[in-house]
């Protein structure tokens, strides 16, 4: 598949609330998670009334191995109140590098190298943590039809 991503770029970011749902979690199990978190952070918020703001997401936290340290939900206009394992985190402000991934989720390791290579030339280095926003939802047809931003807070 064809990698249609841009280049990377430093945004400085507000921070934002969100609703999430975290958990450790086998990597070939990461489709069933974002499933089951996204309707289970929507619930949360849509319960107790807090706006969902923004496409949904996925934090994680330090680099994957077998195993991955995941949060998954939605930007909210509030936090929310946890309930049924759904908590409420800030997205952290401040500078961060951003690009966007057009294709295949399959595909999101070549710009993962992209972006760490960039930030190498730049002298830049990433923070703990990082998120991908899922701003469309996949047609399971065309793959490569999929926008992921990836966003990296910096160190």
């Not at 975290?22 to 319960?47: I, P």
């Not at 908590?87 to 972006?115: F, W």
């Not at 730049?122 to 996949?138: F, I, K, R, V």
Request: charged content about 15%; cysteine-free.
């Amino acid at each position: 598949m064809s990698d249609h991503s841009t280049d990377p770029q430093i945004v400085i970011l507000g921070p934002a609330d969100a609703a999430v749902l975290r958990e450790t979690v086998r990597m070939d199990a990461l489709g069933e998670f974002f499933n089951r978190a996204f309707h289970a952070t929507m619930a949360a918020a849509q319960a107790q009334g807090v706006p969902v703001v923004g496409p949904p997401f996925g934090m994680y936290f330090g680099m994957p191995s077998d195993t991955v340290d995941v949060a998954a939900g939605f930007p909210t206009a509030s936090p929310v109140t946890e309930r049924d394992g759904v908590t409420a985190v800030e997205l952290p402000g401040g500078q961060a590098a951003q690009v966007l991934h057009v294709g295949s989720y399959d595909d999101l390791e070549k710009t993962y190298g992209r972006l760490m290579a960039w930030l190498g030339q730049q002298g830049l280095e990433p923070g703990p943590l990082m998120w991908e926003s899922y701003l469309n939802e996949p047609d399971p047809d065309h793959p490569e039809s999929a926008e992921t931003l990836v966003t990296w807070p910096l160190a």
